[in-house]
């Protein structure tokens, strides 16, 4: 099983960026897919997550009409679009596989390894 994230860079307050989870070793319908966040100091916290049961998509507060989660099965693929990023949103994104959508690291099943976004003011 792996997740391998991609698609973080540095960019200026405003812009967007969408970030890419490819998954192998599973079918992408066998798990809930999840987007978490971290920033030196402080806890992973969950950004977003698409459930595998009805495809239901789940959003943190602050990212709420900025960010979209959607999937391409074929591709075996979840993405991230992000958009109006402010600096707040700068952190190591890292994305996971859980039996069921959570906002709280603690159910998760794999990890992928994290991608840096920065955003400057």
């Known amino acids: 099983v792996q997740l391998q994230a991609s698609g973080g860079g540095l960019v200026q307050s405003g812009a967007s960026l969408t970030l890419s989870c490819a998954v192998s070793?599973?079918?992408?319908?066998?798990?809930?897919i999840g987007w978490f966040r971290q920033v030196p100091g402080k806890e992973r916290e969950g950004v977003s997550c698409l459930s595998k049961s009805d495809g239901s998509k789940y959003y943190e507060d602050s990212v709420k009409g900025r960010f979209t989660i959607f999937r391409d099965l074929v591709k075996k693929t979840v993405y991230l679009q992000m958009t109006s990023l402010n600096p707040d949103d700068t952190a190591v994104y890292y994305c996971?596989?859980?039996?069921?959508?959570?906002?709280?690291?603690?159910?998760?099943?794999?990890w992928g390894q994290g991608t840096q976004v920065t955003v400057s003011s």
């Open positions: 996971a596989a859980s039996e069921w959508c959570s906002m709280i690291p603690e159910p998760v099943d794999y």
């Open positions: 070793g599973f079918p992408l319908e066998a798990y809930s």
